[in-house]
């Protein structure tokens, strides 16, 4: 089935930086997502992105698809930033998950 | 338009019991899945129903089950509870191509 690998599994921020979060999938895939899991568990949808590049405030996402990796960009962090970062792609009815990104960012 | 509301938030429950958690996806969805999230195993698929038929299944003993209602509520259900069912339990909704949209959880805790 589809492997997908997300990388770094931990990333330390000073607030106000600009951070970069990978995922590499091993097959072609119709869409892709990534969220963003709050303290309380909940996953939270930030993007949507089959191809190409999304931006939304001070986050943003680009997927190659032909070359099998998507990217989210976060600039500017703060704190509320921290957390887990997840991206997904749906294979036969479910999603495959990568193993998550856990970001904090400290004052 | 409302989201995915899972209930309950929270679960404490004896081992050997059952328990059943219920999931109300968004209004016109009809995909409904679920997924265990432990510390050791990541996020993990369990099932997803459609239009009331169970369409996909993930690698989880029989212990395990679900079912989705004519308005495609969803309900699952873990029967005879072990330590290791211990964990966040999430459901999705999806329709087509639009994503999928998550609830906020049942955290069941066996003790």
């Known amino acids: 089935g589809i492997q997908v690998e997300q990388s770094p599994p931990d990333l330390i921020l000073q607030e106000g930086a600009n951070s970069t979060l990978r995922c590499n999938f091993s097959?072609?895939?119709?869409?892709l997502q990534w969220f963003h899991q709050n303290p309380w568990g909940q996953l939270i949808n930030l993007f949507y992105?089959?191809?190409g590049t999304k931006q939304n405030g001070r986050l943003s996402a680009t997927t190659v698809a032909t070359e099998r990796y998507s990217l989210l960009y976060i600039s500017s962090s703060q704190t509320t930033d921290s957390g887990v970062y997840f991206c997904a792609v749906p294979n036969t009815g479910k999603l495959i998950f990568g193993q998550g990104t856990t970001l904090q960012v400290k004052p | 338009k409302a989201g995915v509301t899972q209930t309950p938030r929270y679960l404490i429950k004896t081992r050997g019991q059952q328990v059943t958690l219920s999931c109300s996806p968004i209004?016109?969805?009809?995909?409904v899945s679920w997924y265990q999230q432990t510390p050791g195993q990541g996020l993990q698929f369990l099932f997803e129903?459609?239009?009331?038929?169970?369409?996909n299944k993930g690698n989880f003993p029989g212990r395990f089950s679900g079912r989705q209602f004519s308005n495609s509520r969803s309900e699952m259900n873990v029967s005879t509870l072990e330590l290791g069912d211990s964990a966040l339990y999430l459901c999705a909704s999806s329709e087509g191509l639009a994503g999928y949209t998550f609830g906020s959880g049942t955290r069941l805790t066996v003790v």
């Open positions: 097959d072609s895939v119709n869409n």
């Open positions: 209004s016109g969805h009809r995909s």
């Open positions: 129903y459609f239009s009331e038929t169970q369409r």
């Open positions: 992105i089959p191809s």
